[in-house]
């Protein structure tokens, strides 16, 4: 250590690509996590919190031809054994392992959620993050699509629950097996033509039926003037496609009859709309009707990498982007099935179905809404006029915690007083409380309302100001019960 | 990559010195950590949640001459500018960090919390993890001594309010500051000298009075029966040392007077008497007595890295070690004063203090006393005698939930009954609920009641397992209310 040398300060700053949270951004979601594992722990699934480092091997992240086997993840080499370990990219991955892990000891199905944050080893940009929080419900270990059901039904409980009120989204559900049905009448049997399709589809959402259509067959001029190379189908092969994509009818008993006309003779593709059509019909006798789970084949995101039911919630209202222009708000948590799950640790397949919701997205959309944010009160803030009666400021604050209101005595140089107001002010306390040498003598203490201070400071007549004085003298027995009264009323008003 | 090469399958392990937790472990740390929150919330600290992620160079571990800077931290570099990035290993780094970062937004004095794992890159061991849970309150850019006690009452506070009786506990405070005063009297102006004494008092707690005595002279046999080289001071000049760790007496009044006879002429050491009275003044007005928290000179851990006041909280009670010998718990939480927190990135100093509790050692306690921990009761399982009754199964579960029930359908293979009702013991589910096409036709269903029927299983004689039948039958009409009865009852019985 070079003692001597005059160290470089560091620069305080968050690493690129992360966020801290302060006050009621923590608060806010804390609250949100609270109610979704509410919903989760009454519909039978447990809790379950990994570390949030796994072995890389574990994760599925290693390929032994590269040197850091870190793409996408962050990772590093332990020090004594030479392992690679990494922070976590989802929840899914470290459920895998713990289902492989303790396949002997957990219940079988096993349904679990966890919370908590995950990393993505990312360039970050605008609204791109490098870690955010995933919250998770998933099934392991059912077959059945009433565990596919049960899943789309608590997501639309949960949404409900956060306060998205019905009508402002919806659960649309898909089917991996109806595409299966549907690549086998094509005569697709090619994995690598599949895959060209597959890649395909998933652009349905930017470019919609027809720019499928031109990629599917010969090729498309996308908006930057660029020519995309199409994959190379003939019109009537790339039609049962288009077929599926676009066969949402008015009524679900349409639907099927489209899509069944789009799987032909494939009897996974008939398999698969049967799946869908139990899982409207368990839905339906839940009271879930297509108000808020409704079978939709235009979706697309998760069909190349879930195996059966796929589920998407999205919620419907318009909000304005940053340019002030109305879109819809779009997707907040997404699904399905995926059946290899614990497959690539013991060699035995295992059905599981889950979903994930993007917390970070849906406190983004009850903030667009008003229907969350904001600011939040701040303490009463007892403030220091005589720095020998220290201990007489911090008793009235002990009494007023102990009658259960958020209270604290100005810490700060009690010199200016000024600045305690300042201070209480950036607290957005509701209340300060002053006690000088001549208020003690007689018993009382000064009792500030910043709230109403504030207000009639911005819009009050003289008369006003005088009738409602928005500072008063209250005995010293009667403070916590005039500053009840005072935050009472003014969260009544609210 | 090498497609054709069959892949070896991955290791389903947690990795080294990382741990899992599953359901109740998970929802009683959390019930803990919302509890503390809310305690240091009351008393005025906003939450902060930083990234788990930090600059090497802000956590203050960046060392020029190696080439990995990761002792003590998982550490890894960024690809495209190479900076090095690693997991937090405390709470009060990214305090630091934020505080200088945001030093002109936040308010001064800061009172902030923060809760979330934190990671050790250590050799792990048993009952050493490399993540593990802290719980922190610190108030940053206050001077008084106010602020400490205050820490130090809102910590009895907290031990109290996540469900440790007063007598079970006690907050110790000590003040560096004293100890300066001790070594000044000792004439120790080498630097060297102060560091090898504060080293060896860092072994009080281990060594006693006597082993201190003599590593300050010269050096002590320790018990593997290694002889450790002392400190080379003489008697007369290791006696303050010894009479300001002893000075705690049977009141806080002769535990002054020691302490003043400890620190002789010294100026800074009168300062830091003058503290702990006034601590122990402003903790007496709020009704702190010394049964909570008491001035304890004996309090080494942290002396050397806190600038002021010191504090610790201990469990006073006694548990079994693992070879069954009654030993004290011990610590819980430290914190104490630092006030070169922000000064590592500005160049100016801010005084701040805090405190961090041990969650996970606090959790231990709590169930080593038997006041946590065990089991939660399991959802009520719907069973599913007839598989093309699935829609039925899960409406009884939806209606058992929209009651507040929790509540979920079997979902694996309901073939084998008996699996079912397995299932429903290894969930520790309180009831099942059985239903077969016989009693669908009669509008009724079967409620067998698990926690019952499993204690006249154990217990009862024939008579009785007759006259208490732990399953009957009720009517679909009447099952919520039924169910609720039973459970409601345990409850009660508990």
């Known amino acids: 250590m070079a003692k001597d040398k005059k160290p470089r300060r560091p620069k305080a700053v968050t690493p ?38 796994e072995t890389v091997e574990a994760l599925g992240k290693f ?4 040197d850091r086997p870190n793409a996408g993840v962050f990772a590093w080499q332990e020090e004594d054994d030479g392992d690679w370990l990494a922070l976590r990219y989802d929840m899914t991955a470290p459920l895998a392992r713990v289902a492989a892990q303790f396949r002997n000891d957990l219940p079988s199905p096993y349904r679990r959620y966890a919370m908590g944050p995950v990393w993505r080893n990312e360039k970050p940009g605008p609204g791109r993050f490098r870690q955010f929080y995933q919250c998770d419900a998933d099934t392991v270990g059912s077959a059945s699509v009433a565990a596919d059901a049960e899943i789309c039904g608590m997501l639309a409980d949960t949404l409900e629950a956060v306060g998205i009120p019905r009508g402002d989204y919806i659960v649309r559900v898909n089917n991996r097996k109806v595409l299966n049905g549907v690549l086998e009448t094509m005569g697709l049997s090619d994995d690598a033509a599949r895959d060209d399709v597959l890649r395909t589809i998933d652009k349905f959402d930017k470019v919609g039926a027809d720019g499928v ?28 496609v288009i077929a599926f994509l676009t066969s949402k009818a008015d009524t679900a008993a349409q639907t099927f009859e489209n899509l069944r006309a789009a799987v032909g003779e494939s009897k996974v593709g008939a398999e698969g709309i049967a799946e869908l059509e139990t899982i409207a019909e368990l839905l339906a006798a839940q009271g879930f009707g297509p108000d808020r789970v409704e079978i939709d084949p235009s979706v697309v995101r998760g069909l190349g990498y879930y195996t059966g039911p796929v589920f998407e919630a999205e919620l419907t209202f318009e909000i304005k982007d940053e340019k002030g222009r109305p879109r819809q708000f779009g997707s907040v948590a997404g699904g399905g099935r995926y059946d290899d799950l614990v497959k690539r640790f013991t060699g035995q397949a295992v059905p599981a179905t889950g979903v994930s919701i993007g917390v970070d997205r849906l406190l983004a959309a009850l903030r667009a809404k008003g229907r969350m944010g904001g600011s939040e009160q701040g303490p009463v803030v007892v403030t220091v006029m005589d720095k020998t009666r220290m201990a007489d400021y911090q008793a009235m604050a ?16 009690p010199k200016n007083f000024g600045n305690q107001l300042k201070y209480a002010d950036k607290r957005q306390s509701p209340v300060a409380v ?16 910043l709230v109403l201070g504030a207000k009639i400071a911005q819009s009050a007549s003289l008369e006003e100001w005088k009738s409602q004085p928005a500072q008063f003298e209250v005995s010293r027995a009667d403070m916590v019960a005039r500053i009840r009264a005072i935050i009472e009323g003014e969260n009544d008003a609210v």
Chains 1, 2 share one sequence.
Request: charged share 30%.
């Open 398 to 413: 002990a009494e007023l915690r102990a009658a259960g209101i958020r209270a604290e005595v100005y810490l700060g140089n």
């Open 213 to 240: 259509r031109q990629l599917l067959g010969k090729g498309r001029l996308d908006a930057s003037g660029a020519y995309i190379d199409g994959v190379g189908l003939s019109d009537d092969q790339a039609e049962p």
């Open 434 to 449: 002053i006690q000088g040498s001549d208020e003690a003598e007689r018993g009382v203490v000064q009792v500030k309302d």
């Open 16 to 53: 690129k690509g992360f966020r801290d949270y302060f006050g009621v951004d923590v608060t806010e979601r804390k609250a949100m996590l609270d109610t979704i594992a509410e919903v989760y722990h009454r519909h039978g699934f447990d809790p379950l919190e990994t570390s949030a480092v």
């Open 63 to 66: 390929l032994p031809d590269v």
